[in-house]
């Protein structure tokens, strides 16, 4: 079993900058995937980008490449989600998630299996 939690959304003007924190504990293994998800009011859950925790493997939506970096830090068990140029559309919950297994491409929710409560990021215009 995998413990999630995500820390330091905030409200943020556009073209501004955010890093978000997702610090893992409890059963991990060198093989899960990590991704960022996000969901807006009304909305659906959407991915947004991942990484393969025992490599350098990154995968991300059009939406954000070449705005946003994930990376990780296997010695403290967190992965960060570095997020510039930041727009109004951007603004959601963001929520980390992890997976046991597999390629580092997984899209949908329901392929990952453990889930932080997410934190909320609000860019103004």
């Known amino acids: 079993q995998v413990q999630l939690v995500e820390s330091g959304g905030t409200l943020v003007q556009a073209g501004g900058s955010l890093r978000l924190s997702c610090s893992a504990s409890?059963?991990?293994?060198?093989?899960?995937?990590m991704g960022w998800f996000r969901q807006a009011p009304g909305k659906e859950r959407e991915f947004v980008t991942a990484?393969?925790?025992?490599?350098?493997?990154?995968y991300y939506a059009d939406s954000v490449k070449g705005r946003f970096t994930i990376s990780r830090d296997k010695a403290k068990n967190t992965v960060y989600l570095q997020m510039n140029s930041l727009k109004p559309e951007d603004t959601a919950v963001y929520y980390c998630?992890?997976?046991?297994?597999?390629?580092?491409?997984?899209?949908?929710?329901?392929?990952?299996?453990?889930w932080g409560q997410g934190t909320q990021v609000t860019v103004s215009s």
């Open positions: 998630a992890a997976r046991l297994g597999g390629s580092y491409y997984y899209l949908r929710p329901n392929e990952y299996d453990y």
């Open positions: 409890g059963r991990t293994f060198s093989s899960y995937i």
């Open positions: 990484i393969s925790w025992y490599g350098d493997s990154t």
